[in-house]
């Protein structure tokens, strides 16, 4: 855990960062689908899952998986008291996340801008979620607008 967050200028390009990892559980993938109107066959119906579906567990729809790789990004510090806004960015769900799946995430600086506002700059992230076989799962290049050091 990094702590407080990095301020645009302690953005090194090329520096990469990695979280600690998360077990994807049935609780997690229920309660999700649940709260999120998510209510596919694929997700809910695991007579479906066993009859029907490549995978023969429970999986995880790509929303949860980029929703706790997130997470996981939250709890390393990386962003904590620095970040200002989510902005966006290209999302590509590469490989299915199943119920046991261990995912981690490695964040890499791609880019920064600074803007026309001197208390903040523009930070372009590439992450990749990698699962416990080291196999990639979801990458994405992620915006976000992060402080600039205050002060003289």
Do not use: W
């Not at 077990?23 to 109107?37: A, R």
């Not at 008291?81 to 799946?101: F, H, K, N, S």
Request: proline residues 3%.
């Amino acid at each position: 855990m990094i702590g407080q967050g990095l301020t645009f200028e302690a953005h090194a390009i090329g520096a990469v960062y990695r979280t600690l990892g998360r077990t994807v559980s049935e609780t997690d993938i229920v309660t999700f689908v649940n709260l999120c109107g998510f209510t596919e066959p694929l997700f809910m119906d695991m007579e479906y899952v066993a009859r029907e579906s490549v995978f023969k567990r429970r999986a995880a729809p790509g929303a949860l998986t980029f929703a706790l790789s997130e997470g996981l990004i939250m709890q390393t510090g990386l962003i904590h008291g620095t970040g200002m806004a989510y902005l966006g960015g290209e999302i590509r769900v590469v490989a299915p996340v199943l119920e046991g799946d261990t995912l981690r995430v490695e964040v890499e600086v791609a880019d920064k801008r600074e803007t026309k506002k001197a208390d903040r700059g523009i930070v372009t992230y590439r992450h990749r979620v990698l699962n416990q076989r080291d196999e990639l799962v979801l990458e994405g290049r992620i915006q976000r607008m992060i402080r600039r050091h205050a002060g003289p």
